[in-house]
């Protein structure tokens, strides 16, 4: 892997107390400072699906768990590591949610280095999908030098590795696009563990690893078809 | 089967209008009318249960659509066989909605027999879970006329295959039991068409039929592990 830049990016952010963040360009570069460099592409071409990358990769999901009481509806994954005393000052209130709540966001929570290597290896996958739109040689020096060379068609469904297409981004269906991100583990966020599925499949496995998913389907079948 | 009274039921609801309501006891009965005779045993030790069976036997699903525009959370099913122009009445307005809310909607009607026959159903199926309650003479008598003798542990998920015990009604998660009431075809709401499954049986089953459900898992299966 390339050495990157890592020079600190300010921010006014209140979250920039706890986490700063850093410069993702090679070591060299020249020109700003950028965290998503390798985006900036696809954010001229389909900006829903860079915006959808960047949130997948950073912000825990959760609507169920959104009130008045309880805080926002998303919130950086980086921040959930903290402890709950420290939350309430980020508009997050713990004390407010079910302990089973609190035990799927804390199962969410996730470094700010594995949340940006997540970023560039969902990217990664976008550009093998046989309809994705052209990547730059710049973008693909980058992508490649991280998780080696692109190559058509070969994103898989993390679930039921059919083929996937960019296209199914677009297909929104009540402000759901039919692809979404998921989890080999789904109480680990990091680069080896995730991966794009269709919505449906994302659903069946639910809280499962796919090893337990797969496991309990094979034992659905036997029920369902004895030999 | 056994003839019902069916005498008519007085009610106040302005949904009778559309639908009359009628005596489910056994013709020539004593005593008074009763819709859900079969359930009265269970309303007295789960009343939680009896009237998950009857919501679920008659209502509608749908909290994804509930809104001011829109209308309640759940309706009667036999009102979703009206046209659209009659609903705002009883409070339900199709044009606020989208059209595949829509579509989830008028998949969910159902005639008021088959309500009362998939009440009855579920019933049966609940008295043949192996810690369910005990049942009266009268009730298992009732229901065994309509549906055969009840087999002690017979009542297997829907969807899984699995046998059903009656104490994952008692486990909430989030206010949701652990078990639900789930279709063969999710697109028919009859007797024969119905049954409990687990609840993440249910929720992996999506909108599949059972049959494109256990397809569908056979090809991620194939494709997971190439014989």
Redesign the interface.
């Known amino acids: 892997m390339p050495d990157l830049c890592q020079e600190r990016i300010a921010s006014r952010s209140k979250y920039d107390v706890l986490q700063a963040h850093y410069c993702q360009r090679e070591a060299g570069h020249l020109g700003r400072h950028e965290e998503f460099p390798y985006l900036q592409d696809l954010a001229l071409t389909y900006p829903a699906v860079a915006g959808k990358i960047i949130r997948d990769a950073t912000m825990t999901t959760g609507a169920?768990w959104k009130s008045a009481e309880a805080g926002p509806n998303r919130i950086l994954r980086w921040v959930m590591l903290q402890p709950d005393a420290v939350l309430p000052a980020y508009g997050l209130n713990m004390a407010a949610l079910?302990p089973?709540?609190v035990a799927k966001l804390r199962e969410k929570a996730a470094s700010y280095e594995d949340c940006m290597r997540v970023a560039k290896k969902l990217t990664w996958l976008i550009y093998q999908m046989p309809d994705a739109p052209e990547v730059t040689a710049a973008t693909q020096r980058y992508l490649e030098a991280q998780f080696g060379p692109l190559t058509t068609s070969s994103t898989l469904c993390l679930?039921?590795?059919?083929p996937l297409s960019f296209s199914l981004f677009a297909q929104a269906?009540?402000g759901k696009a039919e692809v979404e991100t998921g989890h080999s583990n789904p109480r680990v966020h990091n680069a080896v563990n995730v991966g794009f599925a269709h919505r449906?499949?994302n659903?069946?496995q639910?809280s499962k690893t796919l090893r337990e998913f797969?496991d309990?389907?094979?034992?659905?079948?036997a029920?369902?078809?004895p030999p």
């Open positions: 169920a079910q089973q709540v679930v039921c590795r059919a269906r009540r449906e499949c659903i069946a639910g797969y309990w389907i094979a034992q659905i079948l029920r369902v078809q």
